[in-house]
């Protein structure tokens, strides 16, 4: 059943009822209260959880090309494939995470009773309104307008209803709210990093002002600190095109080669019209390739290199392909030590 058609029959419901339908309004109005509410408690905490971080971790609040040699170094350091910084930070034995929900819920919570409180004020005063239902609608919405999202046009269904009791509807919707918040409490509880529409972590990227084009070869996020400056996009760090499961053509056999040293050769790839080209004549190509400046680089490699040796095992099972035939790692790079990756981090 379509959720207009149930309203429609929660609708009829309530005006067949007399005596009780202020009950059963109120609780009409809580179900469309409820998700409104858990989406914008996931959408605060994640600001709250960026802007946590940033106050505490001072890598947060340099520039971005700062914080990537900071990510670089910490994931060296940690050996761990799977570590994400922000994850840890939201499940450690304090339950930072839960914390942060409940401490939005209670917020949004307080600000909905709130609303309340304001719309049954406003209404027993306004003698000249017979329709005392749709004005406390009226005043309710445009109350929580800057706290959930909940249409005014979603409870036209309801707004005609002959409630004379103002003060019992506010006691009614202040417990139906009480059991709405003890609801979502236990749900958030369960609660992990999968359970945000919108991440923590793009939120707290937002806080970096730049570029975010990431190059076409190996995803690497432009440095530039200004999104719209003219030029071309740059990194400091290129990637080994296997980052991004790129395999030769025809083959399981992963792409270690990184950009920097692809645009010195004769080496050709395909781009999305299906054409092969050199990239040593990448620019060729139009955009995004055009719009990049890749200069031949390769004494800045030491780490990726390094990663790609010692995160060998999971990068194969993450895009089911093979570090041999043409993507064979180089003897060279198995002796790269992590101090010699580190070192060329503190050069940045």
């Not at 971005?64 to 994850?87: D, G, H, M, S």
């Not at 083959?251 to 790839?269: A, E, K």
């Not at 180089?330 to 992590?338: D, G, N, Q, S």
């Amino acid at each position: 059943m379509s959720g207009n058609i149930e309203d429609f029959f929660q609708c009829f419901e309530i005006s067949c009822q007399g005596a009780t339908s202020i009950t059963t309004f109120a609780c009409f109005l809580c179900d469309k209260i409820e998700p409104a509410l858990c989406r914008a408690v996931y959408e605060r905490t994640a600001k709250d959880i960026a802007e946590d971080m940033q106050g505490k971790f001072p890598d947060f609040q340099g520039n971005r090309a700062n914080l990537e040699v900071c990510i670089l170094r910490y994931l060296a350091e940690e050996e761990n494939f799977e570590y994400f910084k922000i994850q840890s930070y939201c499940s450690d034995e304090s339950r930072g995470l839960e914390k942060f929900l409940d401490s939005s819920l209670n917020h949004l919570y307080r600000k909905i009773l709130s609303a309340v409180s304001l719309a049954t004020q406003i209404v027993k005063v306004r003698k000249d309104r017979e329709d005392k239902v749709s004005l406390w609608l009226d005043e309710f919405c445009r109350e929580l307008s800057e706290v959930i999202s909940l249409p005014r046009s979603d409870l036209k269904g309801i707004e005609h209803q002959e409630v004379t009791d103002i003060e019992f509807l506010s006691s009614v919707m202040v417990e139906a709210l009480g059991d709405v918040r003890d609801r979502l409490k236990k749900e958030f509880a369960g609660a992990d990093l999968s359970s945000f529409s919108r991440q923590p972590q793009t939120t707290l990227a937002e806080h970096f002002s730049g570029c975010w084009a990431q190059c076409p070869f190996c995803g690497a996020v432009c440095t530039n600190t200004m999104w719209n400056r003219i030029g071309d996009h740059q990194v400091v760090f290129h990637r080994p095109r296997a980052l991004m499961g790129t395999m030769w053509d025809g083959t399981d056999h992963l792409v270690t080669d990184i950009c920097s040293s692809l645009v010195t050769t004769n080496l050709r790839f395909r781009f999305d019209n299906g054409k092969w080209i050199r990239y040593k004549r990448y620019r060729d190509a139009g955009p995004p390739y055009s719009t990049w400046n890749i200069p031949p680089d390769p004494s800045r490699q030491a780490y990726w290199k390094w990663f790609v040796c010692h995160f060998r095992t999971e990068l194969e099972a993450l895009y089911n392909g093979k570090f041999q035939g043409k993507g064979e790692i180089p003897e060279a790079w198995r002796r790269i030590t992590k101090q010699e990756a580190l070192s060329e981090l503190d050069k940045c």
